[in-house]
C-alpha cells in the first residue's frame, strides 16, 4: 500500500443515464446537491456495447451545465474505430477531459465483439487520437474479474491496460478490507504504479445488492450477508447497519492509504452524503 500513500485523496461519484425526463430532473437536483460537497469529478456509465451512448453523452451535458467535471464511462465492445473516434471528439468538443475507458459486456445477441476486444486496446486507441487529453481511468477488480481464468492473469490484464496508457484506476466495489490492500501490494509488485481507487457501494437494499453482486462477481462476506439477511423486510435496520459497514471500511481505506474513495451514488443523494459526512471527507 505504501504506493499510494503519495497521492492525495481524491472523492468522485458515480451516476447512470435516467431513462425519463422524470429521471433526468430528479438526477439534475442530486448533482447539485452532491455537488456542494465538492467532488474531484463525476462518471456517467455506458450500457453493454454502447446502449445507453446516447444518454450517456446527454447526461454528461447536464452535469456540465451545473458546474461538474465529469467522466463518460466509454466501453469498446461492439465498437467500430470510427463511431469511438467520433465519440471522442464529440467528448473534446464539449470541454471533457476524463474517460473511464472499459471493455464493457457484450450485448444479448451479439457474437462478435467488434474492432476492439480488451480495454487496452481502447486506452492505447485513446491516446493515438487525442494524445494526453484526456485523463483515462480504468477498470480494477480486487477480487478479480469474473470471467479471469486466474487471479495473475487477470493482474497482468490490469498491468496491460496502465502500460496502454491509462492514469488511474476505480475498483470494482467491495466489502473486503484485504482484497483491496493484497490487490494493491500485488501491483506494486508488479510495477504499476498509478492510483488505485476503491470503489464504494452503499448498502441500502439487500436484496437489491445481492442481484447486482451476482452479477458483477463481487463478493458479499458470509458474515456480513447473514446479519443483512437477518433484517428480513426491515429497511431502515438494513441502512443503518449497511451506512456503520460501510463507512468503517472507508475509514479503514483512507487510514491505509487509499487515494481517494469513488461512489456508486445510484443516482441517490442520501446514503452518499451520510457516508461523506460521517467520514469528514470535506476536511480531508
Known amino acids: 500500500m505504501e504506493s499510494q500513500k503519495k497521492y492525495p485523496p481524491a472523492f468522485s461519484f458515480e451516476f447512470f443515464p435516467p431513462k425519463t425526463e422524470e429521471g433526468r430532473t430528479k438526477l439534475r437536483a442530486t ?3 452532491l455537488g456542494e460537497l465538492g467532488p474531484r469529478y463525476v462518471s456517467v456509465t455506458y450500457g453493454a456495447g454502447g ?6 453523452y446527454q447526461t454528461v451535458k447536464d452535469i456540465l451545465a451545473v458546474g461538474l467535471e465529469c467522466a463518460p464511462h466509454l466501453s469498446c465492445i461492439g465498437s467500430s474505430r470510427e463511431s469511438l473516434r467520433e465519440t471522442l471528439q464529440s467528448y473534446v468538443a464539449l470541454g471533457v477531459t476524463r474517460i473511464v475507458a472499459l471493455r464493457g459486456d457484450m450485448p444479448s445477441g451479439m457474437r462478435e465483439a467488434g474492432e476492439f476486444h480488451y480495454a487496452n486496446e481502447l486506452v492505447a486507441f485513446i491516446r493515438e487520437e487525442t494524445g494526453d487529453h484526456f485523463h483515462i481511468e ?7 474479474h469474473p470471467q479471469a481464468p486466474s487471479s495473475a492473469n487477470d ?3 490490469f498491468r496491460r491496460k496502465i502500460a496502454a496508457g491509462a492514469n488511474a484506476a476505480i475498483t470494482q466495489y467491495f466489502y473486503s478490507f484485504d482484497a483491496y490492500t493484497r490487490f494493491v501490494e500485488d501491483c506494486e509488485r508488479l ?4 492510483p488505485i481507487v476503491p470503489g464504494i457501494m452503499p448498502i441500502t437494499n439487500y436484496k437489491q445488492l445481492a442481484r447486482f453482486s451476482e452479477a458483477a462477481g463481487a463478493e458479499i462476506p458470509r458474515w456480513l450477508r447473514l446479519r443483512l439477511e437477518a ?6 435496520s438494513i441502512r443503518a447497519f449497511g451506512h456503520e459497514v460501510v463507512a468503517d471500511l472507508c475509514e479503514r481505506l483512507l487510514a491505509a492509504g487509499a487515494p481517494g474513495l469513488h461512489f456508486y ?20
Open 191 to 194: 510495477g504499476v504504479d498509478v
Open 265 to 284: 451514488t445510484m443516482n441517490q443523494t442520501g446514503p452518499t452524503r451520510a457516508l461523506w459526512e460521517a467520514l469528514r471527507l470535506g476536511e480531508r
Open 231 to 236: 433484517y428480513g423486510e426491515d429497511l431502515e
Open 155 to 157: 493482474l497482468q490484464n
Open 51 to 56: 446502449s445507453t451512448q446516447e444518454g450517456t
Open 31 to 33: 448533482c447539485v446537491e
Open 138 to 144: 480504468v477498470a480494477a477488480y480486487p477480487e478479480f
